[in-house]
């Protein structure tokens, strides 16, 4: 027997918004790797309609093409009617859930990982204690802790070289991607787990490199857990260091950069001079990316799309890779762990000459 998934309101009015014009198409990064309509906001809204009218049976490939869409709000941008894709897309997933539909298996294993071990890896990590009570606690997050461990090294160069006192928490997953696939119970149990840790550490701010944490502690913590936090990206305290002199770069780079806005830290936080003015501190010269700000490019590995999407991310990242490559750039610099983490992987097959590094890292070696 079919089961019955009925929209709120408000989703369908943004499903039936869209007028099927197609500007989507330029904008997404899943439907420029997978070239067909289903992977594309257009075919994702069209099927999500047409579930809530009784006409599609909701099965694995329209979970697929709902899941794999990782909410980067490129189509936002071009959508000359204003459809909110990704939160509605979001909410279809939600109403799925609800309705008993279970998400792909590597969605339902995510989150089974994060609900038992606070984080993505399916094993128990060591993290080394929270000095409580101190001013400033850096939360890593989860992929900078297990994968990208430089950042952290670097986000704690730069505020020992600032003579600053600090904390630090690894990890755990703050319930971010579970939050935007449409997760909501999953991701609000992820963030009371970590709510608890912050509350104990007390700190006055808290910054972390990641951008799916800065947005989630600041956007989503009050109404999950109750729990209000001061949260700055990474990118945006240093530029706050450098600009009050706190912060003292003792030399500069000169080497020419391709600079990738993630899609968290720009399109949905409006951080994009930031990491620019650090860039541009540091003595790099910016070599922009055709898509760049706004219109910036998907790495593919946000919302987890590595652990879910494996291929599609892959081959999201290299795509990335190959636009920073048409730049001429010595390196491509991002501000964000699951950025760096997918064009490290990436340039492994497509540019080894292309270094990849993170803007805290780039700081990191100049203090
Ligand atoms: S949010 Fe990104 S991945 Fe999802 S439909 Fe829009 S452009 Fe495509
Ligand atoms: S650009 Fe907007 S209105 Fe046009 S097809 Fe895409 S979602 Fe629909």
């Not at 502690?217 to 109404?223: D, Q, S, V």
């Amino acid at each position: 027997m079919r089961k019955a998934v009925s929209l709120p309101e408000e989703v369908l009015s943004e499903l039936y918004r869209c007028f099927r014009c197609g500007l989507c198409r330029s904008a997404c990064p899943t439907f420029a790797v997978k070239g067909s309509e289903g992977w594309n906001a257009r075919g994702r809204l069209m099927m999500a309609r047409y579930m809530a009218e009784g006409l599609l049976e909701p099965d694995e490939a329209f979970s697929d093409r709902l899941f794999s869409c990782n909410s980067c709000g490129a189509c936002e941008v071009v959508c000359p009617a204003g459809v909110k894709v990704a939160d509605a897309l979001r909410a279809v997933r939600e109403a799925l859930l609800g309705a008993g539909i279970s998400p792909p298996g590597k969605v339902a294993e995510l989150a089974k990982a994060i609900l038992e071990h606070g984080n993505p890896w399916s094993k128990e990590v060591a993290r080394r204690p929270t000095d409580e009570k101190k001013p400033i606690l850096v939360f890593t997050g989860c992929v900078a802790s297990e994968l990208e461990p430089g950042i952290v090294k670097a986000v704690e160069k730069v505020l020992e070289a600032s003579g600053l006192s600090y904390s630090v928490l690894e990890g755990p997953c703050c319930g971010f991607p579970l939050f935007k696939m449409g997760l909501r119970e999953e991701a609000r149990r992820a963030a009371e787990a970590l709510a608890g840790e912050l509350k104990a550490a007390g700190p006055k701010l808290v910054i972390t490199p990641c951008p799916g944490c800065t947005e989630m502690l600041e956007r989503y913590f009050p109404a999950l857990t109750g729990l209000k936090v001061q949260v700055e990206h990474a990118t945006v305290f240093f530029r706050r260091l450098l600009r009050e002199g706190r912060l003292v770069l003792k030399r500069k780079v000169e080497l020419k950069a391709a600079y990738h806005d993630p899609c968290v830290l720009a399109r949905s936080l409006g951080i994009y001079e930031a990491p620019r003015e650090l860039l541009w501190q540091s003595g790099l010269v910016l070599a922009e990316m055709e898509a760049n700000r706004q219109m910036t490019g998907c790495c593919g590995y946000g919302q987890l799309g590595f652990l879910t999407y494996p291929d599609l991310a892959e081959a999201m990242a290299k795509r990335r890779v190959e636009e920073a490559l048409r730049t001429g750039a010595d390196v491509l610099v991002t501000a964000c762990p699951s950025c760096l983490h997918a064009f490290s992987e990436a340039v492994k097959e497509v540019a080894r000459s292309l270094a990849v590094s993170d803007i805290t890292e780039v700081l990191a070696e100049l203090v």
